[in-house]
């Protein structure tokens, strides 16, 4: 796994980001991603052309170009969906370093096995709690943040007390 990614849809081109930096972004971004190829699938758009649109669609987001890998993948090498994820050789997940985005791509894959109907529900149901986890994060952040905050200042100006 690599330790720096390039990111140029931050605006900030041929700076290195530790992994965990791109791991958020990509993260944060994948539900929104979920949530389009659902969308497409859920139309009657094969595999192929979902991927296609949804990678147009998510145009200056680094996810785009994790679907983008899965296309090619598909169209010039003729894997199946599963192959163009998962194979150890070529798979686009291999390139991402996202324990949950590998998960979630193994549920759709499976899903996929038994109908474009169920690998789109999926994704739109994964997409949406994705997105709630978020919103929890996010509202957890706002709440310790209060504590933290008086945490560190009563440190700074009790442990010079206590220490003499």
Known sequence: MRANIKVSSSGVKGVLFPSFVIR?????EFSEALFQLGHEMMSGHGVENALDNSQKNLQGMEIASFYGRILNNIKA???TFENAIF???YGAVWDYPSEIIR????IIVEASRKSLVAASTSMLTISKYLKGMDSIEEKIKDIM????TSMKFLG???SPL???
């Open 145 to 148: 943040s209060e504590t933290v």
């Open 87 to 89: 194979s150890r050789e």
């Open 156 to 158: 700074m100006f009790l």
């Open 77 to 79: 090498l003729g894997a």
């Open 24 to 28: 958020k972004i990509l993260e944060k």
């Open 103 to 106: 998960s979630v791509m193994k």
């Open 162 to 164: 206590v220490a003499g």
